[in-house]
């Protein structure tokens, strides 16, 4: 009887190798990890206002650089994997050929969504949607071969959803997509093990790693990035900055709570006739902000807090937008911004 | 390893010794395999190999195509469907034998959690 069951065990353990037949292969998850996080970190710098001055060109160009990049490396990446997989006499299952279509579709997305945000909006959580798509992918393989790629997948998309939900700053969802992709994916090329059955125990621990590696260099860049921002200048008045003639270097000016700032709004897109109007607005709290050479350079404190870079502290959000038509008072629109700063 | 002589009534010759069950039950899960991947899975020699895959293409429970879409070609193997029909009735009898049937009380000798699924 052992024996019949011995059989039965056999067959059991060989039907689920060979539906995890899909064999990941280590070079993909160094050449797509080391090309998505040089592509997160660079493209701000290859595609850049002084290049491409319309909005419409940068987009793009965006399109067209990222859509080059990651279709070369696809092709790269199909061509040695078949050179491999002939090398070392293996075949290229079925479900492989079909999830790598599968990868393909899910990378033309997160181009689509990063030139879609160009015209929608929603640019803030481009990063946080290429770690969604790549956590995406890398689970698919996973489901198919090694659980280690389940794993480390979920825990990508986790951080992406994570991410957002927790509003971490712009510029550290930027590190930490590129961390994950540039660090995380040759890190879980290294910690693939062919489908070697591994304890819970064990596989929590590789997490771990992989997660402390992924996450401390992100959150360390930020956190010596925030302690560069502070500026060595004395804090002046806003009356003693009028005074003052214009200064080289940087100088700290305080806007009082009480200030008034008026914020210039120009409306147009063909439903109205283009305008423009002064909106005054009064600060409520007194804010320090750092001139370079006489211009703002984005570094800014609230009531003497900390010092933020207007890229990762400052967020406006639209609430509401209405239209009515009455009787009384005719058509009227109203809006809800919320500026936020100090989040 | 099991032998003609010691094999239970209703059980297939042919797929009733361990590496042979193996390599079909691959074939089912992966589709297709070249000889290198079936040797890395089952962890047999070439000569071991060589000698099942024999018997069972001789059963017409595998067959085989050249893959030549490389400049170097591969034979690759798949199940054919009476291969995976043999498979299907071998796993049944066994599941029969072991009393994982419908009927059979809970006091079988193997637990019901063992009972296989054919798509895991």
Redesign the interface.
């Known amino acids: ?1 052992s ?19 899909v064999h990941m292969r280590r070079h993909s998850l160094v050449l797509w990890g080391v090309t998505g996080g040089v592509l997160c970190l660079a493209t701000e710098y290859i595609i850049t206002a002084d290049r491409f001055p319309e909005h419409w060109m940068r987009a793009t160009a965006v399109l067209v650089f990222l859509a080059a990049v990651l279709a070369a490396v696809a092709v790269v990446d199909f061509r040695y994997t ?1 050179h491999r997989a ?1 090398a ?4 290229i ?3 492989e050929a079909q999830i790598t279509k599968l990868w393909w579709l899910l990378i033309a997305m997160g181009v689509a969504f990063t030139f879609g945000t160009s015209f929608f909006g929603g640019g803030y959580m481009v990063f946080v949607a290429w770690l969604i798509v790549f956590g995406l992918g890398v689970y698919v393989h996973g489901l198919f071969s090694e659980q280690i790629l389940e794993w480390a997948g979920v825990m990508m998309i986790v951080l992406g959803v994570a991410a957002l939900a927790a509003s971490v700053p712009y510029v550290v969802t930027q590190w930490l997509a590129a961390s994950v992709f540039a660090l995380g994916m040759p890190l879980l090329a290294a910690m693939l093990d062919r489908g070697r059955a591994k304890s819970a125990w064990i596989r929590g621990m590789q997490s771990a790693l992989w997660l402390a590696v992924v996450l401390a260099p992100p959150f360390a860049a930020y956190e010596w990035l925030k302690t560069q921002d502070a500026p060595s200048a004395p804090a002046l008045s806003l009356e003693s900055f009028a005074r003052e003639p214009e200064a080289r270097g940087a100088t700290v000016v305080t806007l009082p709570a009480g200030a008034r700032i008026p914020v210039k709004v120009r409306i147009g897109g063909g439903v109205v006739q283009d305008h423009e109007e002064i909106l005054p607005l009064t600060l409520a709290r007194s804010i320090d902000v750092v001139l370079l050479d006489g211009k703002p350079d984005g570094r800014f404190r609230v009531e003497g807090g900390e010092w933020k870079r207007r890229i990762y502290g400052m967020w406006i959000r639209v609430l509401d937008m209405q239209g009515a038509l009455t009787r009384d008072a005719g058509p009227a629109v109203s809006l809800k911004l919320d500026l936020t700063l100090d989040r | 390893m ?1 032998n003609s002589a010691a094999l ?1 009534a209703g059980l297939d010759a042919v797929l ?1 010794q ?1 590496v042979r ?3 079909v ?13 079936l040797k890395q ?1 089952l962890r047999v020699s070439d000569g071991n190999l060589e000698c099942h895959m024999k018997k069972l293409l001789a059963a017409k429970y595998v067959a085989t195509r050249k ?1 030549d879409s ?3 070609t ?1 034979t ?1 193997y798949s199940l054919t469907k009476s291969g995976e029909a043999a ?1 299907r009735q071998y ?1 049944a009898n ?2 029969r ?2 009393g994982f049937d419908a009927k059979s009380d809970a006091s079988a ?2 637990s019901p959690r ?1 009972k ?5």
């Open positions: 009887m024996t019949l069951t011995t059989q039965l065990e056999a067959i059991h353990s060989m039907l689920a190798a060979g539906h995890r037949c078949r002939q070392s006499d293996e075949s299952p079925f479900v | 099991a239970p009733h361990p069950t193996q390599i039950a691959y074939l089912v899960g992966r589709g297709e395999a070249t000889f290198t991947e899975v893959d490389n400049a170097r591969q690759v498979l796993v066994l599941q034998m072991l000798a193997v063992r296989l699924a054919w798509n895991p």
